[in-house]
């Protein structure tokens, strides 16, 4: 079992839809990510927030919205895709900074494919 | 900027054997963490075993060990007694301790695919 969840686990979206990736954590984590992972890819950072502010932006396109509701949530926002933007989206939590304890804790992904 | 490289794209390894992935990284800082984490069909990403620079000794978690060289800056992971459950990616990945105001994220390799042959 996973202390990370997101949800779906998968989803498929048009180019013109707009959707919304879920993450959520009670291990009392005060840093969220969002990564992006091509297959057979390792994964690529798109956006930290530590204590719900936005404190990393990997350059990602506009058509990608993080949002921080509460420190147990992390959304990622979605319109206008393109079919390059299939991938798995890993979420993922950690204690800030990082302690004794395990660093990153990741989420099982939501598959996503643009269509 | 800090880089990990991961020379072997596959491994296979019988089962019951022995198998070391090599991981290897540059960076300018002192003090980092050091991660194995393997990725199984199922997704999740699973922290393997970690390695803190400042201590000497090898980190070692039940089959797993490593083989920490710091003036080498080499990491590789050492797989005992592998079974089945073990196929999976395995990504090295490295982490300075004080950057990023404490939460930015990791920099992994590309990854090593191990097949374990039955």
């Known amino acids: 079992d996973t202390e990370v969840t997101q949800t779906p686990k998968h989803l498929v979206m048009g180019m013109t839809n707009k959707k919304s990736l879920k993450c959520e954590q009670h291990?009392?984590?005060?840093?969220m990510y969002w990564y992006k992972q091509k297959a057979k890819k390792p994964p690529e950072l798109m956006f930290v927030?530590?204590?719900?502010?936005?404190?990393i932006n990997e350059s990602v396109p506009s058509r990608f919205s993080p949002e921080c509701p509460n420190s147990s949530l992390l959304n990622l926002h979605l319109h206008a895709l393109q079919p390059e933007d299939s991938a798995l989206y890993l979420c993922?939590?950690?204690?800030?900074?990082?302690?004794?304890?395990?660093?990153?804790?990741f989420g099982n992904g939501t598959r996503l494919t643009v269509t | 900027a800090q880089t990990v490289t991961q020379s072997q794209p596959e491994m296979s390894v019988q089962e019951a054997e022995t198998v070391t992935l090599s991981c290897t990284y540059d960076?300018?800082?002192?003090?980092?963490?050091l991660f194995w984490y393997k990725q199984p069909p199922s997704r999740q990403m699973i922290l393997v075993i970690r390695?803190?620079?400042?201590?000497?000794q090898n980190a070692t978690e039940n089959r797993f060990s490593v083989n920490f060289q710091k003036a080498a800056k080499s990491f590789s992971l050492k797989i005992s007694d592998s079974q089945l459950g073990d196929a999976a990616m395995y990504f090295c990945?490295?982490?300075?301790?004080?950057?990023?105001?404490?939460?930015?994220?990791?920099?992994f390799g590309k990854g090593t695919h191990l097949i374990i042959q039955p």
């Open positions: 993922a939590s950690s204690q800030v900074p990082w302690g004794s304890t395990l660093p990153l804790h």
């Open positions: 291990m009392g984590h005060r840093a």
């Open positions: 927030y530590s204590y719900e502010k936005l404190s």
């Open positions: 960076t300018s800082e002192s003090d980092y963490y």
């Open positions: 390695q803190e620079a400042y201590k000497q």
């Open positions: 990945a490295y982490k300075a301790r004080y950057s990023g105001g404490g939460a930015d994220g990791l920099t």
